[in-house]
């Protein structure tokens, strides 16, 4: 079992930053390969950003490339998310999720273990 807490959210300009941190329980997170989701009111949840176990391999979805960056830090059973020139669209609850093995982030993955989220407000 696995549980992970978000945090770092908060409300921030159009153009601004924040990075979120989710913490992990366990020893075996780095076992796990993690990915941010996001949703937005009235949205279904979509992929952000995804890291394979080692961290030496991310994918992003195409709204964020160039913006985000996802990583981790495996002695620190944290995984974070980077948010530069954030947009009044990229408001959503952000969650952190974890699966064991490789991920096919593109093909809309059942992860394992789900965080509660936190809050991105990006106001314009």
């Known amino acids: 079992q696995v549980q992970l807490v978000e945090s770092g959210g908060g409300l921030v300009q159009a153009g601004g930053s924040l990075r979120l941190s989710c913490a992990a329980s366990?020893?075996?997170?780095?076992?796990?390969?993690m990915g941010w989701f996001r949703q937005a009111p009235g949205k279904e949840r979509e992929f952000v950003a995804g890291?394979?176990?080692?961290?030496?391999?991310?994918v992003y979805a195409d709204s964020v490339k160039g913006r985000f960056a996802i990583s981790r830090n495996n002695a620190k059973n944290t995984a974070y998310l980077q948010m530069n020139s954030l947009k009044p669209e990229d408001t959503a609850v952000y969650y952190c999720?974890?699966?064991?093995?490789?991920?096919?982030?593109?093909?809309?993955?059942?992860?394992?273990?789900w965080g509660k989220g936190t809050l991105v407000t990006v106001s314009s």
């Open positions: 999720a974890a699966k064991r093995g490789v991920v096919a982030w593109e093909n809309n993955p059942r992860m394992d273990f």
């Open positions: 366990g020893r075996t997170f780095s076992t796990y390969a």
């Open positions: 890291i394979n176990w080692s961290g030496s391999n991310t």
